[in-house]
């Protein structure tokens, strides 16, 4: 008969129980923001009674409660995720194991697995992204999750500082084996497997259509988008626009764009003049496809990224994770100066019906232009001259958005006004489109990078002219040029952001974030961007010719075993026993020439009295040694002492 599991605690786990629940709660953090509120709600709820059960020495919950609750859980996270793996719902599960893990323990054993659980949670929120202040966090956490490992063996004299400091010198000791593996291990371009991203908390960016009001809201967003470096002088600001995704149909209030598809006559159709532009990209995650380039790329580095039929730049996958990879580009340039008749019908289509009112304006102002060059330029004087205003809350429209706008608000958002231009071309036969990316970006004077944000998000128009191709017409200019010239942040130190919402902020808050911004953009080139080609380039520095993976793998085992017998070393070093007293070792050379062993608690007369009579030796000899030796290891401090000894022992022979 099974003898039943004892379910009662005694309190022995106090001691250990609060350091094991801070490993646990210090290695959750970084998965909270991802987690279901009721997954976080679980653990604090088992970890508070796990702690009440020991400290009021209660029964713990029986098999069949944990059991239930078990399978309740489980059933939460496949509901809550629709799956039980990936980031995300691996990390819900290990969270939910560690829960209900806290319930069922009791002894030290038990205590073990919830740190190995622990560690797990702590290494996962690496697969998410690897963030300035992981390497911080993975000390700190690791040094409390050694700490709480220390404490459950620790005796009643260690203190939990004596653990701490031990924990520290144990990671201390582990740290050059870490950097050496870091750079010497070889790089691989791809990794061994491919983790699923949690994708639970939305990514601020743009996205394959757009409605009035959609860039407005990322405009309020400080998120960093994407850094740039370029290799020499920056362009002016009128040429920094970003790439992003083009627009090409419209139902009368929404524009959308085709899937990511290569066409290889894209490249094809693009001629280049002026200066080039040579820079590096580090690109946020969008969870998109589309890469974002200036305007207009010849040249990237990133690989299974291909040109699409607009001459925007896609990825075969989206990007989970953030990208660096460099660019050529040229600002000045001319697109497909010959479009077939069935394309300019495609890009010439609007919705019957539609705007009613717009497609009047269309035709008065067609008919009143010599040409389409002055029908365009008649359509900018409309809003420069008119009462159009630029604000980041414009109103609501309705169905017929353009109308509403044109007509009645008059106060939008580049995307409005990108789509009335659109929509006003189209109705007076000029092929148009809308390109979605960003405008602008802000100088790091400590990094010498540039930061473009969400808020430089932003929406323009290309239309298509005979001899000229597809050219840019940006009417945002027409209204509110600062937020060309300057950008949208830099435009708020001028007083113009005011008018918009913005509020300048101290020149203090400025400097502290602009520093933040260069250790982030050096964190992402260092150490997140410590790629195969940048390794290698690093070897060939060190002086190694040809790097190649047996190369550096030996390397690097001559690196680690090097360490290693530097380390043990140091350690034998600070952990080697106290010399021997001099009185001491003499003493013993006495001891071994009486042949007899001295036994244990047994005093120097009591030995000497037993050698007496034990051994031939002469009784006055064995009598001045052990006078010697007691004079000058328990007398007055002689300095004569010690050669005292000598002579007494050179008498036995």
Request: aromatic share 12%.
């Amino acid at each position: 008969m099974m003898r039943a599991q004892p379910r009662g605690t005694d309190g022995a786990l106090l001691s250990s129980l609060p350091w094991t629940l801070a490993a646990l709660v210090v290695a959750l953090l970084p998965h909270v923001p991802y987690l279901a509120f009721w997954i976080t709600g679980a653990f604090i709820s088992c970890a508070a009674w796990r702690y009440v059960i020991e400290k009021q020495r209660r029964m713990l919950p029986s098999r069949w409660i944990r059991g239930g609750l078990a399978l309740v859980c489980f059933l939460g996270v496949l509901a809550t995720y629709s799956s039980i793996s990936g980031v995300g719902p691996g990390s819900a599960l290990l969270a939910i194991m560690a829960s209900l893990k806290l319930l069922e323990t009791r002894k030290r054993r038990d205590q073990f697995v919830l740190l190995f659980i622990s560690i797990f949670l702590v290494m996962s929120s690496l697969l998410r992204e690897q963030y300035l202040w992981s390497l911080p966090y993975l000390v700190v956490s690791t040094l409390i999750i050694m700490t709480a490992w220390l404490r459950m063996s620790a005796g009643e004299s260690e203190s939990a500082k004596q653990s701490f400091n031990t924990g520290g010198r144990l990671l201390l000791y582990a740290a050059p084996l870490a950097v050496a593996m870091w750079i010497f291990f070889p790089r691989l371009a791809t990794p061994f497997w491919s983790v699923p991203i949690d994708t639970s908390r939305g990514m601020t960016g743009l996205s394959d259509t757009m409605s009035p009001g959609d860039i407005s809201s990322l405009s309020q967003s400080n998120e960093v988008a994407f850094r740039v470096r370029f290799d020499g002088q920056l362009p002016q600001p009128k040429d920094r626009y970003w790439r992003g995704l083009v627009m090409t149909s419209f139902n009368g209030r929404t524009w959308q764009g085709s899937e990511p598809r290569i066409a290889a006559p894209a490249r094809e159709q693009l001629q280049f003049n002026g200066q080039a532009y040579s820079y590096e990209v580090t690109l946020e995650p969008t969870q998109q496809q589309w890469v974002i380039a200036m305007d207009m790329p010849m040249e990237w580095s990133l690989e299974r990224t291909f040109m699409g039929p607009h001459q925007q730049l896609s990825r075969v996958t989206p990007i989970e994770q953030r990208v660096a990879y460099r660019v050529v580009s040229y600002p000045s340039y001319r697109v497909q100066t010959e479009l077939p008749r069935l394309f300019r019908r495609f890009y010439t289509e609007t919705p019957e019906n539609s705007n009613p009112r717009t497609v009047e304006l269309a035709r008065e102002l067609r008919e009143a232009a010599g040409s389409d060059l002055d029908y365009i330029d008649a359509v900018l004087a409309m809003f420069r001259n008119e009462e159009f205003f630029y604000t980041l809350q414009p109103p609501a429209l309705g169905s017929n958005s353009v109308d509403a706008f044109l007509f009645d608000t008059r106060r939008g958002f580049c995307e409005h006004y990108a789509s009335a231009f659109s929509v006003l071309m189209r109705n007076a036969g000029i092929p148009s489109r809308i390109v979605l990316g960003y405008q602008g970006g802000e100088v790091n004077p400590l990094g010498g990078h540039l930061i473009v944000r969400q808020s430089d998000a932003h929406a323009w128009t290309e239309v298509w002219l005979q001899e000229f191709g597809w050219r840019r017409v940006d009417p945002t200019a027409a209204v509110a040029p600062e937020r060309i010239d300057f950008g949208t942040r830099d435009a708020a130190f001028d007083g113009v952001g005011v008018s918009w919402g913005f509020s300048a902020p101290s020149q203090l808050l400025q400097d502290l974030t602009m520093a933040w911004d260069m250790l982030n953009m050096k964190w992402n080139d260092w150490i997140l961007g410590y790629s195969p080609d940048k390794q290698k380039s690093f070897m060939e520095w060190l002086g190694m010719d040809e790097p190649s993976g047996r190369k550096m793998l030996l390397t690097l085992v001559i690196a680690v075993i090097t360490l290693i017998l530097a380390i043990s070393s140091f350690m034998m070093l600070r952990y080697r026993p106290p010399h021997k007293d001099r009185l001491a070792v003499l003493y013993g050379r006495f001891v071994k020439k009486t042949g007899i062993e001295r036994r244990i608690g047994e005093t120097e007369q009591e030995f000497a009295a037993r050698a007496v009579r034990e051994t031939q030796l002469p009784g006055a000899a064995i009598e001045s040694v052990t006078i010697a030796y007691l004079d000058g290891r328990y007398g007055p401090e002689n300095p004569g002492s010690e050669e005292k000894l000598r002579q007494a022992l050179a008498k036995i022979a």
